[in-house]
């Protein structure tokens, strides 16, 4: 793709708190609402029965770990929680994106338009839901094999770490299709820029799980992160167009 800059982690974390900013303009509220509700909906749900599945997760650990590696237990629980906590938050993450993406293709075309003054045309229904199973496929083969490495004994202990890492990568997919779907990228274009990109991506994604764990402000996560990734997509395919 022609044209663009490298970013930092920093600067992809940055890209979000300026997605945050932009969603609370009163010329984008309007435009807000729908992804705002559908967050708050999934999201407490997700928060509700993630938690009440920790305390079993704890005795099955108890019970599946060996004698003699019970000194990892220290180890290995914290880790767990956060990989559970993670696991839920992705799964219900699929499940609000893919209820709310034409909203969501609606919001980063505003967005690109309030920035830029030039509004590309937002995806319709058909193409913004299209989207989402594709990109559902293909976060399916890693929710499903990442896990098993959680019922690895030893090997659990970077369970988390690599689960943390591919859910900072989706979160970074998710979002930047929005913005670049209405610039009629499919899903292959879109992960081949994040990946020249991947640090300023990985620190977008970081940014988005952060956000998502803070009370309240939790339910702008989506629509913050939607704006974000419109900026991340401004900001390393045209340079010229903000400044941090």
Known sequence: MAGGIMISPFLGAQCLLAGLRLVLKPE?????WMPFLVNMVLFGLGLWFGFG????????????????????????????????????????TIVANLLAAPFNSLLAAEVEGFITGEKPVAE????????????????????FLVPI?????VVNVVA???????CAWMMAVEY??????????????????????WGGSLGFG??????????????LAMPAAVAGATVFWLKTHKQETLQF
Not at 28 to 32: E, H, K, P, S
Not at 70 to 89: E, Q
């Open 53 to 92: 599945q920790i305390g079993g997760l704890l005795l099955w650990l108890d019970g599946f770990l060996p004698a003699w590696l019970h000194w990892l237990s220290w180890l290995v629980v914290p880790f767990l929680v956060v990989g559970v906590v993670l696991l839920v938050f992705s799964t219900f």
């Open 176 to 197: 930047a299709d929005f913005p670049m779907a209405n610039h009629a990228m499919g899903g292959r274009a879109v992960r081949r820029h994040l990946r020249r990109n």
């Open 124 to 143: 319709d229904i058909g193409g913004a839901m299209a989207n989402e199973l594709e990109k559902l496929f293909y976060s399916i083969k890693w929710l």
């Open 28 to 32: 984008l509220r309007r435009f807000v």
């Open 149 to 153: 490495l959680f019922f690895i004994p």
């Open 160 to 166: 988390s770490p690599v689960w943390f890492i591919l």
């Open 206 to 219: 970081v940014a988005v799980m952060v956000l998502m764990m803070v009370p309240v402000v939790n339910f």
